[in-house]
C-alpha cells in the first residue's frame, strides 16, 4: 500500500525477523518495479526517512516483528527515476585498463558501478565487465578481487587474472604491502585541521549494517588512516588519505570521525553539505605493491574522473 511520498507495509508472519533493510528493499522493488541498490535504502534508513509504528528507525539492521507498521517516507516516481538511472554505463576500453600484464589487471573504475555482482543479476558489475573482457580476448575468465571500492567511488581497481600471481597479490594485500592512496572532497570545518595527522580509531569488520555509527560498534578492530590536507577551498577541503589497514569504508568513516566528511556521503554525512556535488567526491588514485612475481615495485594511477575534475575546478573558482 502507498500513497504520496510514503510506502506503507505492514510485516507479515513470514517477514518476521527479517532486518529492516532487507524488508525495505524487497517492498521498494515491488512498489517501483525497478532496481534499488541496497545502499539507497541505507542511506534513506540512516537519514530518518524510515518510521516503524511512528517511531524513527536508523538502524538498518533492527529486526522486523509481525504485525508492525512500517513507513518508507519516498516519492516513488521521483525513486524509481533515480533508481533507474543509478548505474552508469561502462565500456572497458583501452583507456579503462591502467595496467595489464597477462597476470595482473588494473582497471579505472568509473562512479556508479558496483565492483562486485549484486543481489539483482540485471545490475552491471566491474568484475562481470572484466569477465567478459578476458573471455572475448581468449584468456581465462579467472578475476581474484581483493579491493572493493564502492559503487559511487572511483579509481584504481587491481585484479588478479592468475592463479600464481593471484597467490602473491593476497599475500601483498594480507602483509600491508599494498599502498592505497585517495583523493577526497570534504567538508571544510570551522577550524582548519593539521596539514598531516593520523586517524587511529578501530572500525567493525565489513559485513551487512556496516554504517553510520555501527562502523565503530561491537566487534571494531584496529584501524589507522594517514591523511594530508592538500588544499584549501570555499567551504571544502582537498584531502589524501591512505589507509593502512583494510576495513570497510575505511577512509569514509575515519574522515568523517575527524570533522572532514566526503561531500556526497549521505552515510556518514548527517548534516549532509549545502555544496552541490555529483556523487561521493571519493577517487582511489594511486595503488602502490611489489610485484607479486618479480618483487620490482608497482605504482599504478588514476587519472581525476570529469566530474570530480570539474567540481574541484568550481570551488578553486569561488574562493
Known amino acids: 500500500m502507498s500513497r504520496r511520498g510514503a510506502i506503507l507495509r505492514r510485516v507479515s508472519a513470514p517477514e518476521s525477523g527479517r532486518r529492516l533493510v532487507e524488508g525495505l528493499l524487497a517492498w521498494l522493488r515491488e512498489e517501483l518495479m525497478a532496481p534499488v541498490p541496497m545502499a539507497r535504502v541505507r542511506a534513506l534508513v540512516a ?8 517511531v524513527v528507525v536508523r538502524a538498518p539492521g533492527r529486526p522486523l516483528r509481525r504485525g508492525e507498521h512500517v513507513e518508507a517516507l519516498v516519492e516513488p516516481e521521483r525513486l524509481r527515476r533515480r533508481a533507474l538511472a543509478l548505474d552508469r554505463p561502462f565500456v572497458l576500453t583501452p583507456e579503462r585498463r591502467l595496467y595489464d600484464d597477462g597476470v595482473l589487471l588494473a582497471v579505472d573504475k568509473p562512479p556508479g558501478l558496483p565492483t562486485h555482482a549484486t543481489a539483482d543479476p540485471a ?23 581483493h579491493q572493493r571500492l564502492d559503487r559511487d567511488t572511483s579509481g584504481v581497481v587491481l ?10 597479490l593476497a599475500q601483498a594485500f594480507a602483509a600491508g604491502l599494498v ?8 567538508a571544510r570545518p570551522p577550524r582548519l585541521p593539521p596539514r598531516r595527522f593520523r586517524v587511529a580509531v578501530p572500525l ?10 555501527r562502523a565503530f560498534g561491537r566487534n571494531a578492530k584496529p584501524a589507522a588512516t594517514e591523511v594530508v590536507a592538500r588544499e584549501v577551498l570555499e567551504g571544502a577541503l582537498l584531502v589524501e588519505a591512505r589507509p593502512l589497514t583494510g576495513r570497510r569504508h575505511q577512509v569514509r568513516a575515519h574522515l568523517a570521525h575527524a570533522g572532514l566528511p566526503i561531500l556526497g556521503d549521505r552515510v556518514y554525512d548527517g548534516a549532509t553539505s549545502a555544496l552541490d556535488v555529483p556523487r561521493l567526491m571519493l577517487h582511489a588514485v594511486r595503488l602502490g605493491l611489489p610485484h607479486p612475481l618479480s618483487g620490482k615495485p608497482l605504482v599504478i594511477g588514476s587519472p581525476l574522473p570529469a566530474d570530480f575534475a570539474e567540481t574541484l575546478a568550481r570551488l578553486r573558482l569561488q574562493g
Open 159 to 168: 585484479f588478479g587474472v592468475d592463479p600464481v600471481a593471484n597467490r602473491g
Open 204 to 213: 567493525a569488520a565489513a559485513g551487512p549494517g556496516h554504517e553510520g555509527a
Open 123 to 145: 545490475r552491471p558489475s566491474l568484475v562481470a565487465h572484466v569477465e567478459r573482457f578476458l573471455r572475448e580476448a581468449g584468456r581465462p575468465a579467472l578475476v581474484a578481487v
Open 179 to 186: 599502498e592505497k592512496t585517495y583523493l577526497a572532497l570534504t
Open 47 to 54: 537519514s530518518g526517512g524510515v518510521r516503524v509504528d511512528g
